[in-house]
């Protein structure tokens, strides 16, 4: 079982920038693919960013192609979120999540792919 911790969030104008981390424990990332998700108030949670285990696969959701770039850093244990450009409407609580994947190199877009779930991290960006 791994356990998942999100930092890195914040309150940004609207242009701003923040990087987001998840940090991970338990296990080795090596054996998940990842994802980014956000859930806005009164809104259902929806996909950000994903990557496959090696890093090299990644995929976006329309609104973050272009602004947001996930990594990962699996000696560190750690999967990333770089968002630029930001816009009033990225406000939101942003999740990472895990999915065990060892030996195949793919990503998952869709929540219920996912095994594994951090407790999330605030992203405001005001006008």
């Known amino acids: 079982q791994v356990q998942l911790v999100e930092s890195g969030g914040g309150s940004v104008q609207a242009g701003g920038s923040l990087r987001l981390s998840c940090a991970a424990s338990?296990?080795?990332?090596?054996?998940?693919?990842m994802g980014w998700f956000r859930q806005a108030p009164g809104k259902e949670r929806e996909f950000v960013a994903a990557?496959?285990?090696?890093?090299?696969?990644?995929s976006y959701a329309g609104s973050a192609k272009g602004r947001f770039t996930i990594s990962r850093d699996n000696a560190k244990n750690t999967v990333y979120l770089q968002m630029i450009s930001l816009k009033p409407e990225d406000t939101a609580q942003y999740y990472c999540?895990?999915?065990?994947?060892?030996?195949?190199?793919?990503?998952?877009?869709?929540?219920?792919?996912?095994?594994?779930w951090g407790q999330g991290t605030q992203v405001t960006v005001s006008t």
């Open positions: 338990g296990r080795s990332l090596r054996d998940y693919a």
């Open positions: 990557i496959s285990w090696s890093g090299s696969l990644t």
């Open positions: 999540a895990a999915r065990f994947a060892v030996g195949t190199s793919v990503y998952y877009t869709r929540v219920p792919l996912y095994d594994y």
